[in-house]
C-alpha cells in the first residue's frame, strides 16, 4: 500500500508562504498592541492625578484651583500643609512618585514634536525648568514651563469657567482653563519613542476636540500625550489624545 507524503519542494514552499503573511501581519498585530497599550495607561495616568487632586482636596483642603504657590527646583519636599503648590498636593498624594525638576535629569530622554499640532513647544524650550514626575509605572508627567516668563511654574489657580471649553479664541488665549495649567504624559517615561500622538485623519487643533473628527490609527499613536488641568479632574488637551482616552480599555 502506498503512503502519501509532501515532497520537499512543497515544505519549502510553504513555510515560504507562511514566512510571507506572518512578515505582513506581525508588525500590524505588534502595533496595535502597543497602541492599546499606550492608551489604557494614558487613562490610567489622567485617573491617578484626578484621583490625587480629589484626595488633596478631601485631606488638606485644595485641589488643582486652590493652589496659590510654585513649583521649583527644590519642591522635591513641599509639603501640602505648609504651602498650596502643584507639587505639594502631588507630593502629599502621589505613592512611589519621585519629582525631578528639568530635563536634563534624564540625558537620553527627548521628546519628537508632531509635524501636525505643535503642543510641545513650550516643553522642549524650557526644558530644563520644568516640574516633572515620574510614576511608580515609570510614566513621565511634565508640567508647562511657561508661566509669566518665571523659573518658577504653575502658580495660579487652575480653574475651568462655567462653560468654559478647551478651545483658543482668535487673540491665541485659552477659553475657560488657568493658563499654563497644562502637561504632558509619557506613557511609556524615557523609553522611546517619546512621541507625541496624532491624527491620522481630521485635525488635531483644541477647537475640534468635541466634533470628534480626528481618528487616530495604531502606526501615529505616540507615547505622549497633551493634558490640561483644571479644579479637580484632568483632561486631554488635543484632539488627539482625546479619541485615545475615548478608544482607551
Known amino acids: ?23 505582513m501581519t506581525i508588525p500590524t498585530l505588534m502595533a496595535n498592541v502597543k497602541a492599546h497599550q499606550y492608551s489604557a495607561k494614558f487613562k490610567k495616568t489622567i485617573s491617578t492625578q484626578s484621583n490625587a487632586a480629589k484626595m488633596s482636596q ?25 504651602k498650596q503648590s502643584l507639587c ?3 507630593n502629599g498624594t502621589l505613592t512611589g512618585a519621585t519629582y525631578y525638576y528639568g530635563l536634563n535629569n534624564f540625558s537620553n530622554y527627548s521628546i519628537v514634536e508632531s ?32 508661566l509669566g516668563g518665571s523659573d518658577d511654574v504653575i502658580g495660579a489657580p487652575c480653574t475651568r469657567a462655567i462653560g468654559g471649553n478647551p478651545g483658543i479664541n482668535a487673540d491665541g488665549e485659552y ?34 476636540m468635541e ?14 500625550f497633551p493634558i490640561v488641568i483644571y479644579d479637580g479632574s484632568v483632561s486631554p488637551y488635543s484632539a488627539a489624545a482625546a479619541y485615545a482616552f475615548s478608544h482607551s480599555k
Open 211 to 224: 466634533a470628534g473628527d480626528c481618528i487616530v490609527e495604531p502606526k501615529d499613536m505616540g507615547d505622549i
Open 115 to 146: 509635524d501636525e499640532f505643535n503642543s510641545v513647544f513650550s516643553f522642549i524650550n524650557n526644558k530644563n525648568k520644568l516640574p516633572i514626575y515620574q510614576l511608580s509605572d515609570g510614566s513621565l508627567i511634565l508640567f508647562s514651563g511657561l
Open 88 to 90: 505639594s498636593l502631588l
Open 1 to 23: 500500500m502506498l503512503k502519501s507524503a509532501f515532497t520537499l519542494a512543497e515544505v519549502l514552499i510553504t513555510l515560504g508562504i507562511i514566512g510571507v503573511v506572518a512578515a
Open 58 to 82: 478631601a485631606q488638606y483642603g485644595f485641589d488643582f484651583s486652590g493652589l496659590t504657590d510654585r513649583c521649583n527646583a527644590n519642591s522635591a519636599t513641599d509639603n501640602p500643609e505648609d
Open 175 to 208: 477659553k475657560g482653563y488657568g493658563t499654563g495649567c497644562y502637561a504632558l504624559i509619557d506613557v511609556n517615561g524615557v523609553s522611546k519613542p517619546n512621541k507625541e500622538v496624532k491624527c491620522t485623519r481630521g485635525t488635531n487643533e483644541r477647537s475640534t
